[in-house]
């Protein structure tokens, strides 16, 4: 079993920044591959990034160039750096863990957090 709480969330003007938090508890850390999911009101849960045990990192396209997701192992903790935030990046953003090979797709993940909610105005 692997608890996640996620943090970091806010209100924040467009073109603004935050850094999402999820910290991990429960079994260990480096084994699992970590993603950042987000869901906006009345829509799916989308794929936003994920980073696997070797620290590849994978981001759906209307982020790329904007957030960085990374990892510290020792402190059992995964982040997600948002840059240049638009207000269609709002949304409740979720992070998840995995032991698949698959990042993409919210059935790929065994663990989820509860949710960080992120309002960007313009």
């Known amino acids: 079993q692997v608890q996640l709480v996620e943090s970091g969330g806010g209100l924040v003007q467009a073109g603004g920044s935050l850094r999402l938090s999820c910290a991990a508890s429960?079994?260990?850390?480096?084994?699992?591959?970590m993603g950042w999911f987000r869901q906006a009101p009345g829509k799916e849960r989308e794929f936003v990034a994920a980073i696997n045990w070797s620290g590849s990192t994978y981001y759906t396209d209307s982020v790329k160039g904007r957030f960085t997701i990374s990892r510290d192992n020792a402190k059992n903790t995964v982040y997600l750096q948002m840059n240049s935030l638009k207000p269609e990046d709002t949304a409740v953003y979720y992070c998840a863990a995995t032991t698949r090979r698959s990042y993409y797709h919210s059935l790929s993940y065994d663990y989820w957090g509860q949710g960080t909610q992120v309002t960007v105005s313009s």
């Open positions: 429960g079994r260990t850390f480096s084994n699992y591959a």
